[in-house]
């Protein structure tokens, strides 16, 4: 259920590297928190040029239920957007691996990294 080539982030986001370039990470939400917000029907990102830090709220997803902050995981410049999701906010609950991921990050301290969960740590800490 938690793909093992991912980082995870106590607040449920994934973190895959490298992005579509070698010098970012992408980012989305984990199926544990697509799950428990429900159906979501819109994404708040940030742009592009974006300079945002690691713990911080970049966004939100808003759903039937609820609305939740985006927390990214790790520092840098915002040098992508999920623009699909403009349209199709849905795929953060039927593709959140895949094409619901929300934005793509050049990391500035790449040890940020290091204190992300691997799937193992993430699944446990649901778990406890």
């Known amino acids: ?8 982030s106590s ?3 994934w973190v895959r590297q490298p992005g579509e370039s070698p010098d970012s990470v992408r980012i989305g939400v984990s199926h544990f928190a697509q799950d428990a917000l429900g159906d979501i029907v819109y994404v708040s990102l940030p742009e592009i040029g974006d300079q945002i830090a690691s713990g911080t709220a970049v966004g939100e997803l808003e759903s039937v239920k609820s609305v939740s902050d985006i927390y990214s995981p790790v520092t840098g410049e915002v040098v992508a957007r999920n623009e699909s999701l403009d349209d199709t906010p849905g795929l953060v609950n039927s593709d959140p691996y895949g094409g619901g991921w929300l934005f793509e990050v050049k990391v500035t ?7 992300l969960m691997d799937a ?9």
Not at 109 to 115: K, N, P, T, V
């Open 109 to 115: 301290d790449a040890s940020e990294l290091d204190s």
């Open 120 to 128: 193992d740590s993430y699944q446990s800490s649901l778990d406890g």
């Open 1 to 8: 259920m938690y793909p093992t080539d991912l980082k995870y």
């Open 11 to 13: 607040e449920h986001e």
